[in-house]
């Protein structure tokens, strides 16, 4: 069944013990359909908090963590066409590349300093990335970054690792750096609508400042 393998291959991306490019590596093949099964809404539902904050003439933009690049087409149907693209896994950003929805492919992890220049973005968006031995919350003072005053960081935390991973105290020290302001956090919400009830994320939205 595609959801015990999908399950199978969450296994082994959570664990810590497992190189992550190398598990991306071996289920890019797989990603879609796998976590279509479990019924997967991020990617998707992320288009709403963009289309919300950010005009669709308007750009460019980062999918920051794009894995196999469900997001684009998504919001280059709603009538964004300048999105970069960044993952940390080879294989991941091949079948993005072959959605013909990105302007630009850049491989590098979330955690390291990025390839882009200061405020180069007019707004970074992420899914699934803040999760459990992913991209770590310090992650988010070089998205920050390469994004312009006036833009918009738009992304999800997973909550096993909201608190342990520090990520309040990351908000706050940007807060107080004058970096960003706040403007919009979700509920907690289900990021599977069939498998996984109790896997749980929040959408936060802050302004850049």
């Known amino acids: 069944m595609n959801i015990d393998k999908a399950n199978a291959a969450l296994d082994a991306v959570y664990t810590a013990d497992t190189p992550l490019a190398k598990a991306y590596a071996a289920w890019a093949a797989t990603y879609d359909s796998e976590t279509a099964a479990l019924g997967y809404l991020l990617p998707f539902l992320v288009a709403a908090w963009v289309a919300r904050h950010v005009p669709s003439g308007e750009g460019p933009l980062l999918d920051a963590g794009c894995g196999t690049g469900l997001s684009g087409p ?9 999105i970069a ?7 991941m950003l091949k079948i993005a590349g072959s959605r013909q929805a990105y302007s630009e492919l850049k491989q590098a992890m979330l955690g390291d300093p990025l390839p882009w220049p200061d405020g180069h973005f ?24 390469i994004t312009r005053k006036g833009g918009h960081a738009i992304f999800t935390v997973r909550d096993q690792v909201f608190a342990s991973g520090g990520f309040q105290a990351t908000f706050d020290e940007l807060e107080q750096a004058k970096k960003w302001r706040p403007v919009e956090e979700s509920p907690w919400f289900r990021c599977y609508a069939i498998a996984e009830p109790e896997a749980l994320v929040k959408t936060f939205v802050f302004e850049v400042v």
């Not at 693209?85 to 294989?91: H, Q, R, T, V």
């Not at 007019?122 to 070089?142: D, Q």
């Open 85 to 91: 693209g960044l993952d940390l896994s080879a294989e």
């Open 74 to 82: 998504s919001l280059k149907a709603l009538g964004y066409e300048d």
């Open 122 to 145: 007019r707004a970074f968006f992420s899914t699934g990335v803040f999760t459990i031995s992913h991209a770590p919350a310090s992650g988010l003072h070089e998205l920050v970054r």
